[in-house]
């Protein structure tokens, strides 16, 4: 099995920063393309960052500027550094993960979420 346990959310006021990280852990062989999704209350979940394996990144156009996306292989990690942030970034913060399970068919690349985190912009 495969588990992605996601921490750094919290409160910050406009204008600050917060990181976001997302491990993963498991029967693991290699890992695909990584996200971050967000969902606010009220709205559906919207992709805000993607990374690839070979590091190619993009981003939502209400986050480009202010965001980064980056992963450490070596730790299975993908993180979230939001800069700026305003109250619209306010939502549950979602990672998601493609994997290729060791005890699977080489094969497959198999979808994973993370339980989120909460990121609340307020003054």
């Known amino acids: 099995q495969v588990q992605l346990v996601e921490s750094g959310g919290g409160l910050v006021q406009p204008g600050g920063s917060l990181r976001l990280s997302c491990a993963a852990s498991g029967n693991i062989a290699s890992i695909k393309t990584m996200a971050w999704y967000r969902q606010a209350p009220g709205k559906e979940r919207e992709l805000v960052a993607t990374?690839?394996?070979?590091?190619?990144?993009d981003y939502a156009v209400s986050v480009k500027g202010r965001f980064t996306i980056s992963r450490d292989n070596a730790k299975n990690t993908v993180y979230l550094q939001m800069n700026n942030l305003s109250p619209e970034d306010t939502a549950v913060y979602y990672c998601?993960?493609?994997?290729?399970?060791?005890?699977?068919?080489?094969?497959?690349?198999?979808?994973?979420w993370g339980q989120g985190t909460q990121v609340t912009v307020s003054s």
């Open positions: 990374i690839t394996s070979g590091g190619s990144t």
């Open positions: 998601n993960v493609d994997i290729i399970s060791t005890n699977g068919d080489p094969s497959v690349i198999v979808n994973y």
